[in-house]
């Protein structure tokens, strides 16, 4: 019963979101106060009834629920409690309905919380909302309904499983923050829409698209980073991006977002720029739905896409057509008809600004080309081809890298006419550190490694760059300590996030180019005793054993790690077979040693033909990686730090009351 109740209230929300389009619309033409306040009630009742389905699939899930279809195929009794809450979204069906608990999740906070809004914009925005949620609760009723029972099948015993690559402490969490990335991008879609109907883009509205700007790309950098740690991990490649068409599918929305939240600051302070941040809006929200329809179609071979149906993937481009397609013929139609903005010299804050925004939409476009491209030849030709890291790498990376360089400059440059003589009198201790971080890496390091230099020197400068900008704006060795002391205590919270988030990418960009430009790597078949070297560590493979999992059965090994003869640390791999699935993977050990780490994967078992056994060993020593993960997660600290500016979340309803339309 409880599986029925459930799909019960999946019914309930498809209709209260069918409500909450209807009557938010209905206020909006009639300029009703009690048609908007029932349209935000449906929109809090829709999140509500998806709330009570997606319980009754973690119920089905926790209990082993086989006579539900979605469980039968996605779990089994032996699973540990965390993945049995991981497989109500580790399917294609449950994937949805988190997708769909997410967005009318948004819809509910954006009814409930858009008190400063104009109230026509409102209503619009809470229309679009239901018109989203209407989409895809019809979409998950009709052709993915999670919790549907076995048809004409006898209820297995035992499941068939989650995937081993989803069981995992990373992926567990990962798409509930990825989606929350995703799918935070559908206000911003909504407002834009809502902003387009009413021919209206101020700074009102800029500052409201802001937060949840902030909040949805902040979400999307963890669920990018968890992706990414768990590729780095679990995969045991010994990387981290390899620029998969499903890593890019949640990169580009990611890069149309930042683009978007250094739009907004123009049009939010100087009205410029109105247009395009709408388009980043529009095209933000696109690209999510585009990764969804990626991931879950089947049109894409990858290791990080699971749960694939290509018929129902057709519906979901389907959406994706009608929805983005709606959008951006509104813009077009009533785009130009808007007020132009405030006008700026080439030399000025606004302009640095621009710059940033043309080189992440030139990067967005390069990744998309490079990730579209072989869907669309195949499509046309038959003919399959790979767009390997080679393109990205000379496509994407100059992009950044001259985004980088010009980033410290832009806050230090004035609104409407900046000072570039006095920026660079600013920032040139900042340059000459990173220019000899550079060159002595090149020098000492390794002269071979001319590109990885330059990038440690792009990281150091984004590093020194950040912390110019919060010197400058404490007058540091300007003004006595305790008043630098008071401006620093005293900064928003917006500006600390800010600073957080250029010296999160600084950290980043600092991990990548070391590890890319200095990992080592190593492989040998190894007896018992047997050693191998990598990076001047010494690897002994000590031992090999069985060990029984709580739903696998794997054989692990003690290997010994030793430098200049002295012990370092013990790795521990594995192989591990799921008796469920049928399938091997192999776990990997890390030996962490300071922000570097030894690597270590173990491989099949083989025989010699004497008969003795041996195991592939490889090795990966990769100096810096933990900065790659460590930089994102500053980043997001900062888009959150951001996020609790009270201006930012207040000042739009103190300011804007007396501008509301009746």
Same mark, same amino acid.
């Given at each position: 019963?409880?599986?029925?109740?459930?799909?019960?209230?999946?019914?309930?929300?498809?209709?209260?979101?069918?409500?909450?389009? #209807?009557?938010?619309?209905?206020?909006?033409?009639?300029?009703?106060?009690?048609?908007?306040?029932?349209?935000? #009630?449906?929109?809090?009742?829709?999140?509500?009834?998806?709330?009570?389905?997606?319980?009754?699939?973690?119920?089905?899930?926790?209990?082993?629920?086989?006579?539900?279809?979605?469980?039968?195929?996605?779990?089994?009794?032996?699973?540990?409690?965390?993945?049995?809450?991981?497989?109500?979204?580790?399917?294609?069906?449950?994937?949805?309905?988190?997708?769909?608990?997410?967005?009318?999740?948004?819809?509910?906070?954006?009814?409930?919380?858009?008190?400063?809004?104009?109230?026509?914009?409102?209503?619009?925005?809470?229309?679009?909302?239901?018109?989203?949620?209407?989409?895809?609760?019809? %979409?998950?009723?009709?052709?993915?309904?999670?919790?549907?029972?076995?048809?004409?099948?006898?209820?297995?015993?035992?499941?068939?499983?989650?995937?081993?690559?989803?069981?995992?402490?990373?992926?567990?969490?990962?798409?509930?923050?990825?989606?929350?990335? %995703?799918?935070?991008?559908?206000?911003?879609?909504?407002?834009?829409?809502?902003?387009?109907?009413?021919?209206?883009?101020?700074?009102?509205?800029?500052?409201?698209?802001?937060?949840?700007?902030?909040?949805?790309?902040?979400?999307?950098?963890?669920?990018?980073?968890?992706?990414?740690?768990?590729?780095? %991990?679990?995969?045991?490649? #010994?990387?981290?991006?390899?620029?998969?068409?499903?890593?890019?599918?949640?990169?580009?929305?990611?890069?149309?977002?930042?683009?978007?939240?250094?739009?907004?600051?123009?049009?939010?302070?100087?009205?410029?720029?109105?247009?395009?941040?709408?388009?980043?809006?529009?095209?933000?929200?696109?690209?999510?739905?585009?990764?969804?329809?990626?991931? &879950?179609?089947?049109?894409?071979?990858?290791?990080?896409?699971?749960?694939?149906?290509?018929?129902?993937?057709?519906?979901?481009?389907?959406?994706?057509?009608?929805?983005?397609?709606?959008?951006?013929?509104?813009?077009?139609?009533?785009?130009?008809?808007?007020?132009?903005?405030?006008?700026?010299?080439?030399?000025?804050?606004?302009?640095?600004?621009?710059?940033?925004?043309?080189?992440?939409?030139?990067?967005?476009?390069?990744?998309?080309?490079?990730?579209?491209?072989?869907?669309?030849?195949?499509?046309?030709?038959?003919?399959?081809?790979?767009?390997?890291?080679?393109?990205?790498?000379?496509?994407?990376?100059?992009?950044?890298?001259?985004?980088?360089?010009?980033?410290?400059?832009?806050?230090?440059?004035?609104?409407?006419?900046?000072?570039?003589?006095?920026?660079?009198?600013?920032?040139?201790?900042?340059?000459?550190?990173?220019?000899?971080?550079?060159?002595?890496?090149?020098?000492?390091?390794?002269? &071979?490694?001319?590109?990885?230099?330059?990038?440690?020197?792009?990281?150091?400068?984004?590093?020194?760059?950040?912390?110019?900008?919060?010197?400058?704006?404490? &007058?540091?060795?300007?003004?006595?300590?305790?008043?630098?002391?008071?401006?620093?205590?005293?900064?928003?919270?917006?500006?600390?996030?800010?600073?957080?988030?250029?010296?999160?990418?600084?950290?980043?960009?600092?991990?990548?180019?070391?590890?890319?430009?200095?990992?080592?790597?190593?492989?040998?078949?190894?007896?018992?005793?047997?050693?191998?070297?990598?990076?001047?560590?010494?690897?002994?493979?000590?031992?090999?054993?069985?060990?029984?999992?709580?739903?696998?059965?794997?054989?692990?090994?003690?290997?010994?790690?030793?430098?200049?003869?002295?012990?370092?640390?013990?790795?521990?791999?594995?192989?591990?077979?799921?008796?469920?699935?049928?399938?091997?993977?192999?776990?990997?050990?890390?030996? %962490?040693?300071?922000?570097?780490?030894?690597?270590?994967?173990?491989?099949?078992?083989?025989?010699?033909?004497?008969?003795?056994?041996?195991?592939?060993?490889?090795?990966?020593?990769?100096?810096?990686?933990?900065?790659?993960?460590?930089?994102?997660?500053?980043?997001?600290?900062?888009?959150?730090?951001?996020?609790?500016?009270?201006?930012?979340?207040?000042?739009?309803?103190?300011?804007?009351?007396?501008?509301?339309?009746?």
């Amino acid at each position: 019963m409880i599986a029925e109740f459930g799909s019960f209230a999946l019914i309930l929300a498809l209709a209260f979101a069918v409500a909450q389009f #209807g009557l938010s619309a209905g206020a909006r033409i009639r300029r009703s106060t009690v048609l908007a306040a029932a349209g935000e #009630g449906a929109a809090v009742a829709s999140f509500a009834c998806v709330a009570i389905a997606f319980a009754c699939l973690l119920h089905a899930f926790i209990t082993s629920d086989f006579s539900v279809a979605n469980v039968a195929q996605n779990s089994h009794t032996e699973k540990p409690l965390l993945y049995k809450v991981a497989g109500a979204w580790g399917s294609h069906e449950g994937s949805i309905l988190l997708w769909c608990l997410i967005l009318t999740g948004y819809g509910a906070a954006a009814a409930t919380l858009g008190r400063g809004l104009p109230k026509g914009l409102k209503a619009l925005m809470v229309a679009t909302q239901g018109a989203l949620g209407t989409v895809f609760l019809a %979409y998950t009723v009709f052709a993915s309904n999670p919790l549907a029972r076995l048809v004409g099948d006898k209820m297995p015993v035992e499941g068939a499983s989650l995937n081993p690559l989803l069981q995992d402490p990373a992926l567990a969490i990962h798409p509930p923050f990825l989606y929350s990335g %995703y799918v935070g991008m559908s206000v911003v879609f909504s407002l834009a829409v809502a902003a387009l109907i009413e021919g209206r883009v101020d700074a009102a509205w800029a500052r409201w698209v802001r937060p949840w700007a902030l909040a949805a790309w902040s979400f999307l950098t963890v669920g990018i980073t968890l992706g990414a740690f768990w590729a780095y %991990y679990e995969l045991g490649w #010994g990387g981290w991006w390899f620029w998969d068409p499903v890593e890019n599918a949640s990169f580009m929305p990611w890069l149309m977002a930042t683009a978007l939240l250094h739009s907004a600051i123009v049009t939010e302070k100087r009205g410029a720029l109105a247009g395009w941040s709408l388009f980043l809006a529009l095209g933000a929200f696109t690209f999510s739905m585009l990764g969804a329809f990626l991931v &879950r179609s089947g049109v894409l071979t990858s290791v990080h896409s699971f749960a694939v149906d290509p018929k129902r993937g057709v519906l979901l481009l389907i959406i994706l057509g009608v929805t983005a397609g709606s959008g951006f013929t509104l813009f077009a139609w009533r785009a130009p008809k808007l007020a132009p903005g405030g006008v700026f010299a080439p030399v000025s804050r606004e302009s640095a600004l621009v710059l940033n925004n043309v080189l992440l939409a030139a990067a967005t476009t390069a990744v998309m080309l490079g990730t579209l491209y072989p869907l669309i030849r195949e499509a046309l030709t038959g003919a399959a081809i790979s767009v390997g890291p080679g393109f990205f790498n000379i496509a994407f990376a100059p992009l950044m890298a001259v985004l980088a360089i010009i980033l410290p400059a832009g806050p230090l440059l004035a609104w409407k006419r900046g000072d570039l003589q006095g920026v660079g009198q600013r920032l040139w201790v900042a340059a000459l550190i990173a220019v000899g971080c550079g060159l002595l890496t090149y020098a000492f390091v390794s002269p &071979r490694k001319a590109l990885g230099a330059l990038g440690i020197a792009i990281g150091v400068w984004l590093i020194t760059g950040a912390a110019v900008e919060i010197l400058e704006r404490t &007058r540091a060795f300007r003004v006595p300590a305790a008043d630098s002391w008071r401006r620093l205590t005293g900064l928003p919270r917006g500006a600390w996030g800010m600073t957080l988030a250029h010296l999160g990418l600084g950290v980043f960009v600092l991990g990548a180019c070391f590890e890319l430009g200095w990992k080592a790597e190593a492989a040998e078949a190894l007896p018992l005793g047997g050693s191998l070297n990598v990076a001047g560590y010494h690897l002994t493979l000590e031992t090999v054993g069985p060990v029984d999992g709580p739903n696998f059965d794997a054989e692990r090994a003690m290997i010994r790690v030793s430098k200049d003869g002295k012990p370092v640390c013990t790795g521990e791999p594995d192989r591990r077979f799921y008796p469920a699935g049928g399938q091997t993977i192999s776990g990997i050990a890390l030996c %962490y040693r300071g922000a570097s780490h030894l690597y270590m994967v173990l491989g099949e078992r083989r025989r010699t033909t004497a008969g003795t056994p041996v195991w592939l060993i490889r090795a990966y020593w990769n100096p810096w990686a933990s900065l790659i993960f460590l930089g994102p997660v500053i980043m997001a600290l900062g888009g959150l730090t951001s996020l609790s500016d009270r201006r930012m979340r207040l000042g739009v309803a103190r300011k804007r009351k007396q501008e509301q339309p009746a």
